[in-house]
């Protein structure tokens, strides 16, 4: 991950990436033979599968993550003519007790495989809203493109977008007469739960055969708690910063009231 990059997604949120064009190619030829199954990819495809540590945008996802990466899911969409978009909102709304403006806990990669055509839907975000306080409420809008400050991230066809868990993200409505076909893989820390399906025997040694994958599928031994912060992924760098935390002894204690003294009108 140059400067250039750790400055752009810290102060906007996002990142934006490419994979090659035979890459590109062979994804969107394996995403053709199975439409029927695009909650259980890594089952279909070995392609897949490598997807997850692909090398054109994983080494920026590990960057931003450390060495405890892990997918939480993997999975393809077809957005149809005419199809409804998805209003704003952030990713990591539901996981309460962090304070996600200065944390990153989820981390997702879209990956376009189409040229977007002329009306067809569009990923938006507001750029640096990763930052924003949770209680902050989104404006009363009548559509996804009249939200402020929004913008739309470059999705042509083999563009791989990183978004910040946090960052508030919505989609607007495919009005085009073509479809829109992309994948989604959401990166966590392996000590958070995971949404990936049961590999097959065939999908499962694959990944057995590298101590990589086998931590992002989540097939990794981690039973001893040291193994989450000590782990170390083939071909990444290491001696990353050192991570820190909330010490055991305040963690679930809720708070404290202020004791300070009130002055009396």
């Known amino acids: 991950m140059t400067n250039t990059q750790r400055l ?18 062979h994804l969107q030829a394996a995403f ?5 199954g695009l909650d259980d990819l890594p089952n279909h495809d ?6 997850a540590e692909h ?6 996802v590990h960057h ?16 149809p003519p005419k199809s409804p978009g998805r209003g704003w909102h952030r990713e990591v709304a ?4 962090v304070h996600h403006p200065i944390s990153t806990l989820y981390l997702q990669a879209l990956v376009h495989l189409d040229e977007r055509p002329e009306n067809g839907a569009c990923f938006m975000v507001v750029p640096g809203s990763h930052r924003f306080k949770s209680d902050l409420p989104f404006p009363e809008i009548t559509s996804v493109e009249d939200m402020p400050q929004s913008v739309a991230p470059s999705s042509k066809a083999g563009t791989v977008t990183l978004l910040h868990g946090n960052l508030w993200q919505a989609r607007t409505q495919n009005r085009s007469d073509t479809s829109q076909r ?82 009396n009108k």
């Open 182 to 263: 992309f994948l989604e893989l959401a990166y966590v820390h392996c000590w958070m739960r995971h949404a990936l399906p049961a590999l097959s025997p065939h999908a499962e040694g694959i990944v057995q055969a590298s101590s990589s994958l086998s931590q992002l599928f989540a097939l990794r031994d981690l039973s001893n708690a040291s193994g989450y912060w000590q782990g170390e992924l083939e071909g990444q760098p290491s001696g990353l910063p050192e991570r820190k935390f909330s010490p055991l002894k305040v963690v679930g204690k809720g708070t404290v009231p202020n004791r300070g003294t009130v002055r």
């Open 46 to 51: 070995d392609r897949f599968i490598h997807l």
């Open 32 to 36: 053709d033979q199975t439409e029927d």
């Open 94 to 97: 539901g996981l309460l007790g």
């Open 64 to 79: 931003i993550l450390s060495d405890d990466v892990q997918l939480r899911s993997l999975t393809g969409s077809i957005l």
């Open 55 to 60: 090398p054109d945008f994983f080494p920026v």
């Open 8 to 25: 752009e997604f810290e102060s906007r949120g996002y990142l934006t990436l490419d994979i090659n064009a035979d890459d590109l190619a």
